[in-house]
């Protein structure tokens, strides 16, 4: 969770060792070098924490659903108690240097896949007539990643479960 907290950058070894509660030998011997952690925290975090997204998705029968339900649990999943708020995706490497710049671009990767999900749902519910022939699906889930995004560093800044819920009913009056 130091990752999540403050970053990817701003989390030292010595942070890591500390929560960890291990000697940076074993932390060496364990995952090779503090990218390769980032890397094992990350994809931890896509199979937990981060999983509500994708999983909304794929379990709802349309595109509209599943975007309202990954609406829906981002508010209560970036203001969890007893965890950061907002998602490790989003905010962990957002004022990175060049030195990070594989961490960026990994991370940003993450986020154009989630994007690409959300498209192609958006177009299979046009095929099957769920939603307008001319709705213009890249941009539909271009706002709706947006709306993800902005709700992260909002519950990072202090929203509450409940601001948060608002905000996802009225991105969802946007849908056609």
Sequence with gaps: MAFWE?????TSIADLTRVMGIGAPSL???????????????????????????RAFAEEPTAR?????????AAAEYTAPGRPHGCLVIT????????SADVV??????????????????EADKAAGELPADTDARALARFTAATVQGMSQQARDGATREELEAVAELALRAWP
Excluded: C, P, Q
């Design 105 to 122: 671009a990994d991370l940003r990767e993450r986020r154009e896949a989630h994007v690409r999900a959300v498209e192609r749902a958006i």
């Design 6 to 10: 403050h970053g990817y950058e701003a």
């Design 92 to 99: 962990a490497a957002t004022n990175a240097t060049a030195a």
């Design 28 to 54: 060496y011997a364990a995952f090779g070098d503090k990218k390769a952690l980032f890397s094992a925290a990350v994809e931890e975090y896509g199979h937990t924490y981060g999983a509500f997204l994708g």
């Design 65 to 73: 659903r599943g975007a309202g339900r990954a609406l829906r649990e």
